[in-house]
Each structure stands twice: as structure tokens, then as C-alpha cells.
């Protein structure tokens, strides 16, 4: 929509307006530009703000060219603008990306460079979402394998710029979704309730905190006055494995609409997940197990008065998972029955003020519990054949967060240039509770002799709470249309190691030329970690007590204790030191290319340590002391290509080559029963080379045909080396998994029946059957030492989609 209205006059020609959504929501960070309809130089150019109010002041009226472009939302390409002598005002509504279904010609679509940012920043849409074909497309987490910087390992966890999961800041339509215990991103979403993903790394805002390896922004779906409602895999399949079988089925739906036109809106998005586990190694009739999960986000709109709104959102996530660990080396009486659920709800209320001013306010409470039954009381026995006995663990804990905010964003400021100011600030309390049991286990030799036996003893019953408090200050300065300077501080606290921490940011942006084709960019920050309330559960939690046994299966000696201490009288807050620099170029026919290096050195790490450099042995307790003496390091050059074609169709293509070590690879705790004395190596999702290319592109000579890959080459994970005591041999994570390589290529068809749209998508999942392990046998004594297992095999996949009513 536009709208041409009259102005004031103004000493100079002036074009002034507002940029705002389909639900008048306003966009800002929109590029607004003017070209005189002849000739095509770039006249002039300007940057919404926050309240999506832009001004550009000309020389001259007449006829121009007006170009609107903003990431996420389809652009308003080259319109032809009248303007008047007196000035000129301008209404414009920009759309949000989505799934496009009629076919179209395929011609390279213009992207903007982001030429006001300084850090790195990676994007994912919904689009690109929902059409690259990734296993177990319903999750998010899954997805996000997709971005270049984030590798996921064998368990399935998320790592961000080589960092571990507690590393990274995770951000949910503005709240912390980070799980309030271990920092780690938990929370499952279905891919269609999600606009938009973002990964900023580097030296990225002073708004974002409590992550030093990148914050992840993700952006939700909003209702609009269009009714949409569509489901994917809703039949359910089955499947031949060691006998016919409900196979994994995975149905999502979604709707969302208007609940009072040009008021008010609603999206719900829905998805079950059945997951049937087959192991092919254990005999029939224990070699199965299956489990439930439940995720669905109620978000809403609702917009008080035109410079008002208010947004709301509900998310439920439920999890059942009986004889969950079940595996070739985990037979059925070694796994756990496990419960979890996760509420979230959020409340946030935006006011926009004349001249671009904008205050918002909000709370979110996060609430999780975890329940986790053995199948029988008794211990877990470590043999170099596998497990036997039962889990160990018998464990319940709750966690809550509830967080306070208010942001503002004030009016532009002329001096020296344009300076757009934001400041805030946030309020967390966390809770955790546990009541854990653990009974003991038992490592044996070959010879089914002990060779080591741990029992617990006390009570593991505890709770522990604490307070963050986060203020910020930034200011994105625009010297000239070419040249942007971002400068933060930032200061955060919490009362468990009352530090007020200062972290600033300094980055630059800038654009060469008048083509607005390169953007080089650089910056240096300094970022803290959120503090993981876990750590400092240990001392109180239960103790360990080890005896040993000689060849003979004989006792050496009397138990050792092995105790954790939080000893000193106060401790550093760990901390990073991000450095990036790169540069970004349109090429010719539309292609995207980034070249890109991240450096990021982290400090005063937690783990905890043997003061006297010793692992338990007989008759000799052990004390382990929580220190500030972990240094991680990780840098990384990366490479991408993407050229995005006309509405959906797109390719990428990105190689990394990175390094993530530490001197603390493994963390010291009471429930993994391994003896580590040298703890410095890689870590553990560590990957040096990584290829990864994805494309969703048209099938020639057809019109509602489209092919779509994802491929993915790393270097295999580490893995440690242990013998029959638990104990590492040699250095940590000395050895690795084969390469991991990965092919899917799928063929999607799009059509109408039966008054409905319809798309149906069927392929391979790793089509050239390579074996992607993980899982090993790193027992030094066992007969099956360095056997490998698990991995997806090559597999059959399809996706059965109804899109909603076609267009009459």
C-alpha cells in the first residue's frame, strides 16, 4: 500500500513517512531509498527507526524511483514516486516472507546489505525452514544446522561459534528462553511458528548479554486479517524394522487469522512427535522403545490503539519417554523412563511516540521439570561388552525463571551525523530444586573381575536461587550514508558472585562506493556468560566414595571420598574477548558471497579442579575446588555463497574451517563416572572442516516441480580413550569419529485438488548410505575396542502437506 500526502513546506525538499507491517506494527531497520527515474544514481537513502519513521531530504522534486528493503519481508522494488515541490509523505506497508505456491519465473532476486551493522549475522526464514529437507524437519533445533556456524553433535546439542550450549544467548520475541539451570536451549518450536532466525556474533549489540559464543534472535509468526490454517504429515505411516511397526510420525498444524480485523490477531502452532526406536544389535523383544512429544505456541496481537500494542504468547511443551538410552551398548534394564514439561508465557506491551520514540516493557516466566525412574533399584555396571545392572540415577528438578524488561529507543539525533539511541535494562530471578538418588556403578575388566566401584552416599535434596540484573546503553552512529559506528556498554550482576561486570562493544560498518555492492565490517567486544547455577549445586549435592580392586577382584584398601568445594571467598565472572572482521559483496547475477573471521578467547572459565593434581585411589580422598582456571579458545574463517532467486527459490554454499579446544574439555561432575587427570584438548563438538550447501531450486520445464538437497561434510568428532577404570588414556579427545557426510535430495510437487492447495515432498535422507556414526566403544580392554555404531542409514523420507484453501 501507498498513500502520497501533501507536507508542510520544509527548508529543503523533504520525504518523510512510516514503514509498518500488515498489522500496522512498524518495521523498523527498513532501507529507504530515492533514484531519479533517469540516470539511476542513488539520490538519496535513509534508516527507519525503531517507530519505522524515516526522512530524506532532496535537492530537487520530479520523478524518482522508490526502493524499500528490509530482511524478512518481500521488498517493494522501484516504484515510481512523484515528488512535489512542497515535500512529500509516504505510508508504505511491507509484507513478511512466506511460502510462496504458484510457480514463478526464477531471476535473481535483489537482497540488501545490512550496511549499519558491525558483528556477523547469519538468517534464516521461514521459507528456507520449511523447504531445506534436514532430518526431523518438525524441530527447530534441528534446523538450525543449517546456518553456517552452528554445528550440531552426536547427542544432538546445539553449538554456536564452537561454543557449548550454556555459551550462547537464546532469545524468544525478545525473552530469554535459555533453560534457567543450565543456560542450554531446550525448548522445542515447531518450524512453521517461526518468522525468522537470527545468529549475531562477534561484537553484536549491547542489548543482548550472557553469551559469548553468539545470541540467537528468534522471531515468531503473527496472524494477520487472512484466515491460514495448513498441516503437514498428518497420516501416519508405518514401517518394516525387525517387524511391521508404527513408524516415527511427526504431524504439525497450524493456524492463525484475524480475532477483530485491523485489531486484534492470533497463530497457533501445534506439532506431536512420535518416535519409534528400533536397535538392530539387541535381540527381539527388548530391542524397541518409543516416546512422545508435545510442543504448541498460542501468539497473539493486539493492537490497543494505533500507537499501542500489545503482544502476548503462551508456549507448552510435554515430553514421555520410557526406556529412553536404549542402544547397542544400553540394553532395556540400563535405560530411564523420563518426564519433562516446559511452560512459557510472555507478556509485552509496545508504546510509539512523535519523533520516533518507542518504549516497550515486558515479563516472561519460564517454568520446567524433569523426572528421571530407573527401571529397578540397583547399580550400573561399566563392562567392556556394554551396560548392565540399572540406571543409577533416580532424579526430579523443577527450575523457573521470571524476567522483568523495558527497553527505549529514542529519538533520532543529528550530531556529527545520525545517532539512533536505545537503552534498558533486565531483571531475572531463577529458582532450581532437585531431589536426586543415585545409587553407585561398577567398572569391570574383561574377565568380568571389579576394577572399580563408586557408591553415593548423603542426601540429594537441595535448592539454590539467584537474581541477574542487566542494564545497557547503545548507540548506532551514522557518520555518513557510508560509514556506521556501533558503540555499547553494557553491565550485568547477580547476587550469587556479586560482580558487576562491564562488557563493551565497538564495531564498524562501511560501504564503499555509491553501489552499495561491499560492505566491509569489524569489531571487538567483550562478553560475559551467564553464570550456571548447576556449578554451584555440587558441594551440597551427594558424595561419591570409590574402592578399587587388584587383578584379582580383591579390595585395595578403604574407600576414597571425592568432594566438591566452592571454596573461594569470591570468584570472576567468565568472560570472552570477540574479535570479527569481514567483508560482504553483491557479484554479478545477484549472488551473495561473505568472507568472514571470528576470534573469540574465553577467560576465567568454571570448572572444577584437583588442587594436588591427583584422581581418587585407595585410601586417598580427593578434593576438587571450583576455580576460574578455564580458557577456551576458538577462531574460525568462513566462506559463503548464496544467491537468492525470485520469491522461494534459493541456494547456499559455505566452508568453515574453525578450531574449538579448552583446558577443561570435560566437566567434573558427580554423574559421569570417567576419571580425567589432563583435561586440555578439543572439545567435543570440534570439527575443523566443515562443507555445508543447501538449495531449493525449480525443475526445468515444469511449473509446479521443485528438487531440494541439503548436503553436510565435517570432520568427525573426538573421543576420548578410557581403560577399565574409567580412567582417560593419554590426552583428552585424542581420537575421532570418521568424517561425517550427509546427502538429502527430495523432489517436491505443489498442486490444487479438490478446492485445497496441496504439497507433496519425497526423497532421500543420506542417499549415498554413508555410515555417520555415533557412537563408539573407546574401552582400551574391550574385544570390540574402536567399534563404531549408530548413525542414520540411507532412508526413505516423505512430507505430505495441506497449504489451506486455493485462491478461486
Given at each position: 500500500m501507498l498513500l502520497l500526502v501533501p507536507a508542510n513546506c520544509w527548508a529543503a525538499i523533504a520525504v518523510s513517512g512510516r514503514i509498518t507491517n500488515e498489522n500496522n506494527a512498524p518495521v523498523g531497520g527498513a532501507k529507504v531509498e530515492l533514484r531519479r527515474e533517469t540516470g539511476g544514481l542513488v539520490r538519496a537513502a535513509a534508516i527507519t527507526d525503531p517507530a519505522g519513521e524515516f526522512q530524506i531530504e532532496l535537492a530537487e522534486p520530479g520523478a524518482y524511483l522508490l526502493t524499500v528493503e528490509r530482511k524478512d519481508y518481500f521488498p517493494i522494488p522501484a516504484r515510481p514516486v512523484e515528488v512535489a515541490a512542497e515535500g512529500t509523505e509516504l505510508h508504505l506497508t511491507l509484507n513478511p516472507?512466506?511460502?510462496?505456491?504458484?510457480?514463478?519465473?526464477?531471476?535473481?532476486?535483489?537482497?540488501?546489505?545490512?550496511?549499519?551493522?558491525?558483528?556477523?549475522?547469519?538468517?534464516?526464514?521461514?521459507?528456507?525452514?520449511?523447504?531445506?529437507?534436514?532430518?526431523?524437519?518438525?524441530?527447530?533445533?534441528?534446523?538450525?544446522?543449517?546456518?553456517?556456524?552452528?554445528?550440531?553433535?552426536?547427542?544432538?546439542?546445539?553449538?554456536?561459534?564452537?561454543?557449548?550450549?550454556?555459551?550462547?544467548?537464546?532469545?524468544?520475541?525478545?525473552?530469554?528462553?535459555?533453560?534457567?539451570?543450565?543456560?542450554?536451549?531446550?525448548?522445542?518450536?515447531?518450524?512453521?511458528?517461526?518468522?525468522?532466525?537470527?545468529?549475531?556474533?562477534?561484537?553484536?549489540?549491547?542489548?543482548?548479554?550472557?553469551?559469548?559464543?553468539?545470541?540467537?534472535?528468534?522471531?515468531?509468526?503473527?496472524?494477520?486479517?487472512?484466515?491460514?490454517?495448513?498441516?503437514?504429515?498428518?497420516?501416519?505411516?508405518?514401517?518394516?524394522?525387525?517387524?511391521?511397526?508404527?513408524?516415527?510420525?511427526?504431524?504439525?498444524?497450524?493456524?492463525?487469522?484475524?480475532?477483530?480485523?485491523?485489531?486484534?490477531?492470533?497463530?497457533?502452532?501445534?506439532?506431536?512427535?512420535?518416535?519409534?526406536?528400533?536397535?538392530?544389535?539387541?535381540?527381539?523383544?527388548?530391542?524397541?522403545?518409543?516416546?512422545?512429544?508435545?510442543?504448541?505456541?498460542?501468539?497473539?496481537?493486539?493492537?490497543?490503539?494505533?500507537?499501542?500494542?500489545l503482544f502476548a504468547s503462551l508456549l507448552v511443551n510435554l515430553w514421555v519417554a520410557p526406556n529412553n538410552g536404549l542402544g547397542a551398548l544400553t540394553p532395556l534394564p540400563t535405560t530411564a523412563d523420563r518426564r519433562a514439561r516446559q511452560w512459557f508465557a510472555s507478556v509485552k506491551d509496545q508504546i510509539y511516540f512523535n519523533g520516533g520514540a518507542l518504549l516497550e516493557a515486558g515479563y516472561a516466566s519460564n517454568r520446567t521439570f524433569s523426572r528421571e525412574n530407573p527401571q529397578g533399584v540397583g547399580i550400573s555396571e561399566f563392562t567392556p561388552y556394554g551396560q548392565r545392572g540399572f540406571s543409577f540415577v533416580n532424579a526430579r528438578q523443577t527450575s523457573s525463571r521470571d524476567q522483568f524488561l523495558a527497553n527505549a529507543f529514542l529519538p533520532l539525533l543529528q550530531l556529527a551525523g545520525e545517532h539512533r539511541l536505545k537503552a534498558g535494562f533486565d531483571i531475572d530471578l531463577l529458582n532450581y530444586w532437585q531431589n536426586i538418588n543415585r545409587t553407585g556403578f561398577e567398572h569391570f575388566r574383561a574377565n568380568d573381575t571389579p576394577a572399580r566401584s563408586v557408591r553415593f552416599l548423603g542426601n540429594g535434596r537441595l535448592s539454590r536461587s539467584m537474581v541477574e540484573t542487566g542494564i545497557y546503553a547503545q548507540d548506532s552512529w551514522r557518520v555518513r550514508p557510508s560509514v556506521t559506528i556501533e558503540a555499547g556498554l553494557r553491565t550485568d550482576r547477580d547476587d550469587l558472585l556479586k560482580n558487576w561486570n562491564l562488557s563493551p562493544r565497538l564495531g564498524v560498518a562501511w560501504a564503499p562506493g555509491r553501489s552499495a555492492n561491499t560492505k566491509l565490517f569489524g569489531g571487538y567486544a567483550v562478553v560475559y556468560d551467564a553464570t550456571n547455577l548447576q556449578l554451584f549445586t555440587r558441594p551440597f549435592d551427594q558424595t561419591p566414595a570409590t574402592t578399587y580392586y587388584n587383578a584379582e577382584g580383591l579390595e585395595q584398601g578403604s574407600p576414597s571420598l571425592l568432594f566438591y568445594r566452592v571454596a573461594l571467598p569470591h570468584y570472576a565472572t567468565p568472560r570472552a574477548t570477540n574479535i570479527n572482521a569481514g567483508i560482504e559483496q553483491r557479484l554479478p547475477g545477484g549472488i551473495f558471497s561473505r568472507l568472514n573471521y571470528l576470534h573469540r578467547r574465553g577467560r576465567r572459565g568454571f570448572t572444577y579442579f584437583n588442587g594436588a593434581d591427583l584422581a581418587p585411589e585407595p585410601?586417598?580422598?580427593?578434593?576438587?575446588?571450583?576455580?576460574?582456571?578455564?580458557?577456551?579458545?576458538?577462531?574460525?574463517?568462513?566462506?559463503?555463497?548464496?544467491?537468492?532467486?525470485?520469491?522461494?527459490?534459493?541456494?547456499?554454499?559455505?566452508?568453515?574451517?574453525?578450531?574449538?579446544?579448552?583446558?577443561?574439555?570435560?566437566?567434573?561432575?558427580?554423574d559421569d563416572p570417567l576419571i580425567v587427570t589432563d583435561n586440555a584438548g578439543p572439545l567435543d563438538w570440534d570439527a575443523p572442516h566443515r562443507v555445508m550447501g543447501?538449495?531449493?531450486?525449480?525443475?526445468?520445464?515444469?511449473?509446479?516441480?521443485?528438487?531440494?538437497?541439503?548436503?553436510?561434510?565435517?570432520?568427525?568428532?573426538?573421543?576420548?580413550?578410557?581403560?577399565?577404570?574409567?580412567?582417560?588414556?593419554?590426552?583428552?579427545?585424542?581420537?575421532?569419529?570418521?568424517?561425517?557426510?550427509?546427502?538429502?535430495?527430495?523432489?517436491?510437487?505443489?498442486?490444487?485438488?479438490?478446492?485445497?492447495?496441496?504439497?507433496?515432498?519425497?526423497?532421500?535422507?543420506?542417499?549415498?548410505?554413508?555410515?555417520?556414526?555415533?557412537?563408539?566403544?573407546?574401552?582400551?580392554?574391550?574385544?570390540?575396542?574402536?567399534?563404531?555404531?549408530?548413525?542414520?542409514?540411507?532412508?526413505?523420507?516423505?512430507?505430505?502437506?495441506?497449504?489451506?484453501?486455493?485462491?478461486?
Open positions: 516472507v512466506r511460502e510462496v505456491f504458484q510457480a514463478v519465473e526464477v531471476t535473481a532476486e535483489p537482497q540488501p546489505l545490512e550496511t549499519d551493522q558491525a558483528a556477523s549475522v547469519e538468517r534464516v526464514t521461514n521459507t528456507q525452514l520449511l523447504e531445506v529437507p534436514y532430518p526431523s524437519t518438525n524441530n527447530l533445533k534441528n534446523a538450525l544446522r543449517i546456518l553456517p556456524s552452528a554445528v550440531q553433535d552426536n547427542a544432538g546439542r546445539l553449538h554456536l561459534n564452537g561454543g557449548s550450549e550454556g555459551q550462547a544467548h537464546y532469545v524468544l520475541d525478545g525473552f530469554n528462553i535459555a533453560d534457567p539451570l543450565t543456560a542450554r536451549f531446550e525448548t522445542r518450536l515447531s518450524v512453521e511458528a517461526v518468522q525468522s532466525v537470527e545468529l549475531l556474533s562477534g561484537a553484536y549489540p549491547a542489548e543482548y548479554g550472557k553469551g559469548s559464543a553468539g545470541t540467537l534472535v528468534i522471531n515468531t509468526v503473527t496472524g494477520d486479517d487472512k484466515l491460514r490454517y495448513n498441516a503437514t504429515n498428518f497420516i501416519p505411516g508405518f514401517e518394516n524394522h525387525k517387524g511391521w511397526t508404527l513408524g516415527n510420525w511427526e504431524p504439525r498444524f497450524n493456524v492463525s487469522g484475524p480475532i477483530r480485523r485491523g485489531k486484534a490477531w492470533f497463530s497457533d502452532s501445534t506439532y506431536l512427535q512420535y518416535v519409534n526406536t528400533v536397535i538392530d544389535e539387541l535381540p527381539k523383544g527388548q530391542d524397541r522403545t518409543s516416546s512422545w512429544r508435545l510442543s504448541n505456541l498460542l501468539h497473539g496481537q493486539v493492537n490497543l490503539a494505533p500507537s499501542n500494542i585410601d586417598v580422598n580427593a578434593v576438587y575446588d571450583l576455580g576460574n582456571h578455564r580458557v577456551d579458545r576458538y577462531h574460525a574463517f568462513e566462506l559463503t555463497l548464496r544467491q537468492p532467486l525470485r520469491q522461494q527459490y534459493e541456494w547456499m554454499l559455505s566452508y568453515r574451517k574453525s578450531r574449538a579446544t579448552s583446558n577443561a574439555v570435560m566437566d567434573i561432575s558427580l543447501w538449495f531449493y531450486l525449480p525443475v526445468p520445464r515444469t511449473k509446479s516441480w521443485a528438487v531440494a538437497s541439503l548436503f553436510e561434510y565435517h570432520s568427525g568428532f573426538p573421543f576420548s580413550i578410557q581403560d577399565e577404570y574409567g580412567r582417560i588414556q593419554g590426552a583428552v579427545n585424542s581420537m575421532r569419529f570418521p568424517v561425517f557426510a550427509e546427502l538429502n535430495l527430495h523432489l517436491e510437487k505443489k498442486f490444487r485438488a479438490m478446492g485445497y492447495k496441496w504439497a507433496w515432498r519425497f526423497g532421500f535422507n543420506n542417499i549415498t548410505n554413508h555410515r555417520n556414526y555415533n557412537v563408539v566403544n573407546n574401552n582400551l580392554q574391550a574385544p570390540g575396542f574402536l567399534r563404531y555404531y549408530g548413525g542414520q542409514s540411507r532412508a526413505f523420507n516423505m512430507r505430505f502437506r495441506w497449504l489451506g484453501r486455493a485462491a478461486r
